[in-house]
């Protein structure tokens, strides 16, 4: 009998080709539900991707409101995000501390934030009007004819709006308090 040859051994593959197919069938498989996800097809509708829980900082240049974006980059040391402003409807009269004293204001704020902070003190305008008279009940009869005193009470006005938006709303988001009128008697 004529001896058989033994039957070729089989060539083996190379362990860096098979590595490269693995990683080629995961990324393509994490792309295709990364798609079916986002289009809608899978998990929900169109457009279901979550707001961001507070209001965002507004860049430069980028107001909702505006008509035109921005085309120049704001000049250095100029600020990054832009402020927007709203005015208190009403005046706020309020007694001063151990004073025979009376004061009466009237309040805008300015903040970088979106539309949202100011739809925010529209909503909770009762209680930051309350916020906004404690404050000025508690403020020092001599204290309002100084410069820095009425920069202090900014600042003291600001922090009890912020105080009660972020009880209300879990955001403050007021930067700045500005004076529109300033009457002392």
Do not use: C, W
């Amino acid at each position: 009998m004529a001896s058989a040859a033994p039957p070729p051994a089989p060539k083996r593959r190379s362990p860096l080709l098979l590595i490269g197919g693995v990683i080629l069938l995961a990324g393509t498989g994490a792309g295709a539900t990364v798609f079916l996800m986002t289009s809608g097809l899978v998990g929900g509708k169109p457009g279901d991707v979550a707001a961001p829980a507070g209001p965002q900082l507004v860049p430069k240049g980028m107001r909702a409101d505006a008509e035109t974006p921005a085309e120049t980059a704001p000049a250095p040391g100029a600020p990054k995000y832009e402020s927007t402003y709203f005015q208190m409807e009403r005046e706020f009269t309020s007694n001063l501390k151990d004073s025979a004293h009376l004061i009466q204001v009237g309040l805008a704020v300015a903040t970088n934030y979106d539309q949202r902070v100011i739809d925010n003190l529209k909503t909770h305008e009762m209680a930051v009007r309350s916020a906004v008279l404690l404050t000025l009940g508690e403020t020092d009869g001599e204290q309002v004819f100084t410069a820095a005193g009425k920069k202090d009470l900014q600042q003291r006005l600001a922090r009890a709006i912020n105080a009660t938006l972020k009880e209300k709303e879990g955001f403050g988001g007021v930067g700045n308090v500005y004076f529109t009128n300033f009457i002392v008697q």
